[in-house]
C-alpha cells in the first residue's frame, strides 16, 4: 500500500506502524585496508556475528529470523514497510572517510575453497524475494583467512530472465591472504571490483549460481559467494559525529524493506581502518 500523503504517514506511524532499530559493530583484532569492501554481517555486535554456517557449496537461505539480521519490525503485510530515517557514527579517526550500504541479504553459499583451482558446483534453489533476482547482486566474502598465491575468481550464474550460463564479463581479480570478512574481489589493484562482481552485459539480477572457480589454489582459505540486494548507503565523514539519511525528503525516498528481509551491512573503508574500531547507528522503519 505504502505511503498516501505525509499526513497519512504521520497517521500511521503515530498509530503505531513503526520500529526502531539500533545497531553496533566492532572490526576484529585485524586492520582494514584503505579502498577496500568488508562485510559487517560477520562481526561480533548487535545483530550477533554471521558464522555463514551451512552444509558447503549449498545454498543457505537467509531472512529476518536469521539471528544476524536486523530486526525491523516483522512482516506487515497487506502493508508495506520503508526505511524512514538511518544514521550511524563512530568515535576512530581511521573510521572515516568511509559508506556503510544496507543490503538484504538473500542467503549465501558457504565453504567455497579459495586452495582448489578447479570449478566447484553450487547446489541448491535460491528463493529470492525480489521476482526474477532483478536487482540481486553477488560477492564473496572471506570467512578463513586465504592464502598468499594470487588468484582470479569466474563464476557461471543464471540472470534475471533464466538465462543459465552468464559469466563475469571481465578478469576480476582477488587479494593475496585476504582477512575475514574482506569482500576479496575489492580494493584499489587492477582487476579488483567492489562490492559486487560484475553482471554480463545488459543482465540487471542473478536468480542462482552454478559454479564458482578459482583460478589459481591460494595456498589456504575458504569463502561465502553471498546473493544481496543493496537498499540505502550512508557516508561516514566525521569521527565523534553521526551521519543522518532522512529517506522522506532525500530521492529515491523511502526504500522499501520486503517482508522477511534480511538486513546487514556492508562497509568501505576509506582510510586505514584500526583494529577494533567500534560503529553504531540506527534506522527508523514505518509501515502503512
Request: hydrophobic fraction near 40%.
Amino acid at each position: 500500500m505504502g505511503f498516501s500523503s505525509t499526513d497519512d504517514l504521520v497517521s500511521e506511524i503515530t498509530s503505531g506502524k513503526y520500529w526502531r532499530a539500533d545497531w553496533n559493530k566492532i572490526t576484529g583484532a585485524a586492520a582494514y585496508a584503505a579502498g577496500r569492501w568488508y562485510d559487517f554481517s560477520a562481526l561480533g555486535g548487535a545483530p550477533v556475528a554471521n558464522a555463514f554456517s551451512g552444509t558447503a557449496l549449498a545454498w543457505q537461505s537467509a531472512s529476518d529470523s536469521s539471528g544476524f539480521s536486523l530486526y525491523h519490525g516483522g512482516n506487515v503485510s497487506t502493508d508495506t514497510k520503508h526505511a524512514l530515517n538511518g544514521s550511524a557514527i563512530t568515535q576512530v579517526g581511521t573510521g572515516i572517510p568511509s559508506q556503510l550500504m544496507l543490503v538484504d541479504m538473500q542467503g549465501y553459499y558457504p565453504g567455497i575453497s579459495l586452495n582448489s583451482a578447479t570449478a566447484q558446483t553450487l547446489t541448491g534453489t535460491p528463493t529470492l524475494r525480489y521476482a526474477n533476482g532483478v536487482g540481486v547482486r553477488a560477492y564473496m566474502v572471506i570467512t578463513t583467512t586465504s592464502g598468499a598465491t594470487a588468484h582470479n575468481i569466474a563464476m557461471s550464474y543464471t540472470n534475471q530472465s533464466a538465462t543459465a550460463g552468464r559469466t563475469l564479463p571481465v578478469t576480476v581479480s582477488c587479494t593475496a591472504s585476504a582477512i575475514t570478512p574482506h569482500i576479496n574481489h575489492s580494493g584499489t589493484a587492477a582487476n579488483n571490483y567492489g562490492p559486487f562482481l560484475p553482471l554480463a552485459s545488459g543482465d540487471t539480477g542473478i536468480q542462482s549460481v552454478q559454479t564458482v572457480t578459482i583460478s589459481a589454489a591460494s595456498g589456504a582459505g575458504v569463502g561465502a559467494l553471498v546473493l544481496a540486494r543493496p537498499l540505502l548507503s550512508i557516508p561516514l565523514t566525521t569521527a565523534g559525529v553521526a551521519s543522518e539519511r532522512d529517506f522522506l525528503n532525500q530521492l529515491p525516498a523511502l526504500p522499501r524493506v520486503i517482508d522477511g528481509a534480511c538486513l546487514t551491512w556492508l562497509y568501505f573503508s576509506g582510510a586505514a581502518v584500526a583494529a577494533s574500531t567500534n560503529f553504531y547507528g540506527a534506522i527508523d522503519f514505518g509501515w502503512g
